[in-house]
């Protein structure tokens, strides 16, 4: 693999350095011209609003951020066994979370692959001033979002196979979930510490749900009364020990107020998974090698999982379908991609590995080529 080596890895550009003219008076985003794709607050990328209705709160939508930069010098793409288009690839983002990452999108751009990202309703550049921050009540309505996604880069790549679906934290959740429900939609899931199961495994999980029963029910987007710790923005921002530029409203210091009823809808998806989901395409999911919570900073938070149990995580991961691989990665963080760049890098090699196996394209494979054989047989789970 030719590397994409970032010597600026927080190249997703300063959000709160000067004014931005598609930010309202709120610091929050407004509706592109519909159908249209605007500049994006990131260099190399453009991003198009996609509506999808109104409910109580009022308005509304989620927003596609397509990457056009070009890759970096030097790098090496794939190309389909025919000769044809690679599978594009859709990321979504966790919890108190946006796109923000353009070295990932430079990563699969640079292996031949179209990059999008969705910031899911009620997140990053689709917050709106009337809504509460991130809720939804039922994971299933991420549908809707995803749907139009899919709609727009179906358009425009219509000889590629499905798309691959690369999901963090909650959106690796969202992800699985989606995936179950709609087989032969996507070619594939990436999931970085997709949050599987709530810490403390299934026994802590009831609890919960029993606590939340009457709160959801009573006033769902109340939000609960938690402890506040930023040690995870501390790990990625770089205002602080981190490298990258985040935005204060869209990834806040101390992550959104969590809402009773969006808990009690991730909980719901975490059941599903316990009970076994079945997930044609194949998976890769990728974690770190240890967890380590602490509610004082420590520099062993910038090479960790410092949000959720990655033991769990493995365990509940070859529950979600019948080709799952799960690699371990040490001095990884929750989000693999936001680690320290060797780590990060270490990780676009699996992933790479992983899809000369997998990938839509690998199917099209002379099966009596002999180095092609090999290739897929060593890199199976």
Known sequence: MAHTHDTAPHDSAPHDSSPDPSL???????????GDWVPDILPGCVRRTLPLGEDEEGPLSATLVRYDGAPKHGTAHDTAHDGGPLAPVLHLHGWSDYFYNTPL??????????????????????????????????LVEY??????????????HPQAPAPLIHGHSTGGLVAALWAHRHPGRASGLILNSPWLELPGDAAARAAVEGLLAPLSHLNPRRPLRLPRVDNYWQSLSDQAHGEWSLHPLWRPRQSFPMPAGWLRAVLAGHRQVHDGLDVQEPVLVLLSTQTVYSRQ?????RESDIVLDVELLARRAV????????VRLARAMH????SPEPVRLQAFDEVRRWLR????EAESADPADPAEGATRSTAAP
């Open 24 to 34: 309202g008076s709120e610091g929050l985003m407004e509706d592109a011209p519909a």
């Open 105 to 138: 999108a430079r990563c699969f751009a640079a292996a031949g692959r179209p990059f999008y990202a969705l910031d899911l309703r009620r997140y990053g550049r689709s917050l709106r001033s009337w809504q509460t921050p991130g809720y939804i009540d039922d």
């Open 143 to 156: 549908d809707a979002d995803l749907e139009s996604a899919l709609e727009v880069i179906r358009s425009e």
């Open 297 to 301: 900073w420590k520099d062993q938070l």
């Open 319 to 326: 529950r979600l379908g019948g080709r799952v691989t799960v």
């Open 335 to 338: 989000d693999v991609f936001a």
């Open 357 to 360: 196996a997998y990938a839509p």
